[in-house]
C-alpha cells in the first residue's frame, strides 16, 4: 500500500472552517436503491425508511457526517418539490435535515445531474444526441439506452403496464438471471437510463431545482454527481445546439468532423458552465453551503475525452473536489480468488493514478474521498478507508449493503478518526490489523487472510 498524498493548509481550510478541527466519517444513503446493495430501483421501499433509526445507527457506529442520494439517476427528487418528480410523496430531505440537527450530525446531499431517466421520457429533446453510427445505435439517436445497474421487481398483483405507469421510462424487457460480473449483477425488469445535453432546457430545470433545494431546507453541503458525460459512449453530443455553439466557437473547423482537440475542450467547457451555475445558485441562496463535485478518477484521456470533466476548471468553480475510488466494486475474494486479485490490481492502479492527478485539481483544490463498504468485504473496506484519505477523512457508499461485520469495523475505526485532526496522516496497517483482530473474533471472515490463518495456527499450537 502506498502512501496517500496530502492536502497542504489552504486545501484544508473550506472543511476546516466550516466543521471544525475534527475529522469527517461520512455515512451515506442512496433511498431509492433497496434494502441491497444498489442494483434495485424501488420507490416502495423508500417508505420503509426511518431516518431516526438511521441516524442513531451511524452515531452509534463511528460515523459524525452523512449523505443523502436526493436525486438519483432515475430522476426522482425524494424532497417536498414544486418543480422535480417525487413519485414516493415523501419529503426525506426534510425528515433528516431536522434529525441531522438534533444529533449535531454533518448532513451533504448528493444531486445527480446529466443522468436523469424520467426527464428523458419526458423530455426526450433535451437528451444528448449520439454523433456516430455503431452496433444497435444510428447517427442522429438521442442518448437513452437500458440502465446498466437498477433492475424493477413487480410487487404481487401488479402488472407491467401499471408499473410503467408509475415509473414511465421501465420497458417490458427482463433480465432472468445474475451474471458473474459485478456489472450484470441486476435481475428483473429493465429500465432506461438517459443522459442530457449540458445546453439544452435540462440545465435550466437541474438550476432551479438546486434553488428549491437550496432555499428551503437546512444543509451543510450540496454535491454534484454525474456533472459529466456518459462513461459508456464517446460520441456525445451531436445535438444541434452543441453543432451551432461549437461552430460559433471555432469557425476555422470543420463543423462536421466533432472530434480532435477543439472538440474536447468544448464539451470540458458546457460541462464546466453547467458547474459553475451550480455553484453560482447555491451561494446565492447561502454561502455557507459547501459545494463540491463527484468524479472517476481514471486518466487523462478518460476525463478529458470521455467525461468531459476539466479537474482543474471545476475545482476552482467548487469549494471541493470528490474522487470516487471504489476499487472493490470490481470485485472481492469473497467472490473467488479472480475477483479478489483484480480488485486488488484496480486498488494498487487507483492509488498510484490518485498521486499522478492530484496536481490536476490545481494546488489550492480541497479533496475528500468517497468509498465503498456496499459489496466488498471488511478488510478491502478498511483498506479503502486509509488509502483514500488525504486528510479530512473519508466517505464511505453506502448505508444499505453494509454488513454487521463492517459496521462494526466502521465503529472502532471511527473511534481512532475521532482522535484525529483534520491534516492528520490516516490510521495506519497496523490500526487495520488490530480492528480486524477485534472484527474476526466476532465475526469470522468468509475467506480468512493468510495474516488470521497464521495467527490462528499459533495459538492452536
Known amino acids: 500500500m502506498t502512501t496517500p498524498p496530502k492536502l497542504n493548509k489552504i486545501q484544508l481550510a473550506p472543511f476546516k472552517q466550516r466543521f471544525g478541527k475534527k475529522k469527517i466519517f461520512a455515512q451515506c444513503l442512496m433511498p431509492i436503491r433497496g434494502p441491497q446493495g444498489f442494483r434495485k430501483l424501488d420507490y416502495d421501499f423508500v417508505d420503509q425508511i426511518n431516518p431516526a433509526e438511521i441516524i442513531s445507527k451511524i452515531v452509534d457506529n463511528g460515523y459524525n457526517a452523512f449523505g443523502l442520494v436526493v436525486k438519483d439517476t432515475d430522476g426522482a427528487t425524494l424532497s417536498k418539490t414544486k418543480i422535480g418528480w417525487n413519485p414516493t410523496n415523501r419529503d426525506l430531505v426534510g425528515e433528516f435535515s431536522e434529525i441531522c440537527q438534533k444529533k ?4 451533504f446531499l448528493s444531486i445527480t445531474n446529466m443522468n436523469d431517466a424520467y426527464r428523458g421520457a419526458l423530455h426526450p429533446e433535451t437528451v444528448s444526441i449520439h454523433i456516430k453510427t455503431r452496433k444497435n445505435i ?13 433492475r424493477v421487481d413487480l410487487p404481487e398483483g401488479t402488472t407491467i403496464e401499471e408499473m410503467q405507469k408509475k415509473i414511465p ?6 433480465d432472468e438471471k445474475i451474471g458473474a460480473a459485478r456489472n ?3 435481475k428483473g425488469y429493465i429500465p432506461l437510463t438517459a443522459f442530457h445535453c449540458p445546453r439544452s432546457k435540462h440545465a435550466d430545470y437541474m438550476i432551479a431545482l438546486i434553488k428549491e433545494i437550496a432555499s428551503n431546507y437546512q444543509v451543510d453541503g450540496i454535491l454534484a454527481d454525474y456533472i459529466r458525460y456518459s462513461t459508456d459512449y464517446f460520441d456525445y453530443c451531436g445535438c444541434e445546439r452543441c453543432r451551432k455553439a461549437y461552430a460559433q466557437q471555432y469557425p476555422n473547423n470543420n463543423p ?6 477543439d472538440w474536447f475542450r468544448f464539451r470540458m467547457d458546457n460541462i464546466l458552465e453547467f458547474g459553475k451555475k451550480f455553484n453560482d445558485t447555491i451561494k446565492s441562496v447561502d454561502d455557507n453551503i459547501l459545494t463540491g463535485w463527484f468524479n472517476l478518477p481514471g486518466p487523462k484521456f478518460y476525463s478529458n475525452r470521455l467525461t468531459g470533466q476539466d479537474y482543474y476548471g471545476l475545482t476552482k468553480v467548487m469549494d471541493s473536489a470528490l474522487p470516487m475510488l471504489y476499487p472493490y466494486l470490481t470485485g472481492s475474494i469473497d467472490d473467488g480468488r479472480y475477483w479478489g486479485t483484480l480488485a486488488n490490481l484496480v486498488h494498487w492502479y487507483s492509488q498510484r493514478n490518485m498521486k499522478r492527478r492530484f496536481k490536476d485539481y490545481g494546488k489550492d483544490a480541497t479533496i475528500f474521498g468517497i468509498t465503498n463498504s456496499v459489496e466488498c468485504n471488511t478488510e478491502e473496506m478498511l483498506k479503502s478507508f486509509i488509502a483514500y484519505d488525504y486528510g479530512l477523512g473519508i466517505a464511505v457508499f453506502k448505508y444499505y449493503g453494509t ?3 463492517q459496521w462494526y469495523a466502521s465503529k472502532l475505526y471511527g473511534k481512532i478518526l475521532s482522535q484525529q485532526e483534520i491534516g492528520d496522516n490516516s490510521p495506519t496497517r497496523v490500526d487495520i490489523r488490530k480492528i480486524l483482530q477485534k472484527v474476526y473474533e466476532k465475526y469470522p471472515p468468509k475467506v480468512p487472510p493468510k495474516w488470521w490463518r497464521e495467527n490462528n495456527d499459533m495459538q492452536l499450537a
Open 104 to 107: 449535531n450530525v454533518i448532513f
Open 184 to 186: 450484470a449483477r441486476g
Open 138 to 150: 444510428k447517427k442522429g439517436d438521442p442518448g437513452i439506452h437500458h440502465e446498466g445497474e437498477m
Open 256 to 261: 462536421a468532423k466533432l472530434k480532435g482537440k
Open 403 to 405: 454488513t454487521e461485520s
Open 169 to 174: 421510462f421501465l420497458t417490458k424487457e427482463v
